[in-house]
């Protein structure tokens, strides 16, 4: 019954601002995360919030990116702002609690163009 839906993502010029969200039915999960993969890259964490609130991010997007969480709706959000090329990739929602309960959304590609 666990889904996991991303939406939000789309086109948009370097130092743009995109907002991904994702919803998650079926549970409540100690950890989501976002992750996003480029073409020929392997996939990679990019942020990361816990049911407390508590927040990490990759190196890459720190200052940038924002990651929040409303546990009433079940539901994430990205907030993506002074976007550059680099960002470019399919970006991937991920519902984690253990090794037997980890969850992936279908992705959303994000392309920012230069």
């Known amino acids: 019954q666990v889904q996991l839906v991303e939406s939000g993502g789309g086109l948009v010029q370097a130092g743009g601002s995109l907002r991904l969200s994702c919803s998650a039915s079926g549970s409540f999960f100690s950890t989501m995360n976002w992750y996003r993969q480029a073409p020929g890259k392997q996939r990679e964490l990019v942020a990361t919030?816990?049911?407390?609130?508590?927040?990490n991010y990759a190196d890459s997007v720190k200052g940038r990116f924002t990651i929040s969480r409303d546990n009433a709706k079940n539901t994430m959000y990205l907030q993506m702002n002074s976007l550059k090329p680099d960002d470019t990739g399919v970006y991937y929602c991920n519902a984690f609690s253990s090794a037997v309960h980890n969850y992936w959304g279908r992705g959303t590609q994000v392309t920012v163009s230069s």
């Open positions: 919030i816990t049911r407390g609130g508590a927040t």
